[in-house]
């Protein structure tokens, strides 16, 4: 490819401006959400969503059962499209998060979840899709048109909006203060230098991505577009599950890429590292806090359920980068395409 910035650096970066024209543009929404929950309290909600935007319905899962303590249960989309079986969601509340909102699995089971009874509230980008004409709700993203196919902004942009319906219904002061420092933090993240991390993940051939709670979802997209992008195998595992199973692989130089904000589960993660080094792994670190090995210091929002989505933009840049050293295009990824459309 050519040595102009690539769509998927510039739409990352893009990313800042996103979130804040989002958090204040959606405010009557978020009101509107809020709104519903305190009429309807439902006790279970249900989530459907395809490879990023799947990720950022993980990412408000944990978010909102750690803040409400209300199950967030993910519907796979077969269920409907493919299988065609029914919902039973009367009372319920039904979340759909798309970038392009046309894939028509997620359209299916929408209107399954519609006519079982729930609310269904779609998180998109495009505004005049098939799944926002048909949704009870529409939350707008407001990432613009976004050409890459490694989805950037717009996963920002999704976890950002969930985020802020859960701090809405909640009334969480402190998690409504992280959400109105998310887009300075997230600009923070320019100019940090990752050069370490970038030769570790540009010498790999195989790698974990790890996390827990939100932070989980995090590692599970950095897996993933560690994939798509640079072609680089990568799989996700809580940094719980890796001390089972997963740390069989683990031999000297396996790189480990850690989304360890400063929160409840900070000590533990630490723990999880420090045993997975003495194995011979090597560590990359993405924390506010210090931590061994390759640690990447980062902005915080105030709040360490929101930093790991500031470490993802920093991740971006540094996944770009390796891919170009690569010599792979990061905008069009080998058998890939921008809108899947799946059943």
């Known amino acids: ?16 401006d996103v979130v804040a024209t989002l958090l204040e543009k959606e ?30 319905a993980t990412f408000f899962k944990y978010l909102f059962e750690i803040c409400h303590g209300v199950p967030v249960a993910s519907v796979g989309p077969s269920i409907a499209s493919v299988y065609g079986a029914p919902l039973h969601l009367k009372g319920g509340v039904h979340f759909t ?11 299916a089971l929408q209107a399954a979840a519609k006519q079982g009874g729930a609310t269904t509230i779609a998180v998109v ?5 098939p799944l926002a004409k048909e949704a009870d709700i529409v939350l707008g993203l407001n990432a613009g048109p976004e050409k890459s196919v490694a989805a950037t902004k717009s996963f920002i942009a999704s976890v950002a909006a969930l985020a802020g319906v859960t701090a809405a219904i909640s009334g969480d002061q402190r998690l409504a203060a992280g959400l109105a420092k998310l887009p300075e933090a997230l600009a923070a993240t320019s100019g940090i230098d990752g050069k370490a991390a970038e030769d570790v993940l540009f010498n ?11 932070a989980f979802a995090i590692a599970l997209e950095a897996a993933l577009k560690a994939k798509e992008t640079s072609g680089l195998h990568a799989e996700a595992f809580s940094l719980a599950e890796l001390m ?16 360890s904000p400063d929160d409840a ?25 210090a931590l061994p090995g390759i640690n990447l210091r980062m902005p915080t929002t105030g709040n360490g ?7 993802l933009l920093c991740y971006y840049r540094l996944v770009e980068s390796v891919t170009r050293r690569k010599g792979f295009d990061p905008d069009k990824p080998a058998n890939l395409l921008k809108v899947t459309e799946t059943m």
């Open 27 to 56: 405010k009557p929404v978020f009101a509107e959400i809020a709104k519903l929950f305190s009429s309807s309290r439902p006790s279970v909600i249900t989530t459907a969503a395809r490879g990023s935007s799947d990720h950022a």
């Open 125 to 129: 980008n495009v505004a005049d899709s």
């Open 1 to 16: 490819m050519s040595e102009t910035q690539s769509l998927m650096l510039a739409e990352a970066g893009q990313s800042p």
């Open 244 to 259: 089972h199973g997963p740390m069989r692989l683990v031999q000297p130089g396996f790189p480990i890429i850690a989304f």
């Open 97 to 107: 998060v798309s970038q392009s909102g046309g894939s028509p699995d997620i359209i």
């Open 265 to 289: 589960a900070f000590a533990n993660n630490a723990k999880a590292l420090e045993r997975l080094q003495k194995l011979g792994a090597t560590a990359v670190s993405f924390s506010t806090a």
């Open 204 to 214: 790999a051939t195989s790698l974990y991505t790890g996390g827990r709670g939100p």
């Open 305 to 311: 359920l929101l930093d790991p989505l500031v470490s």
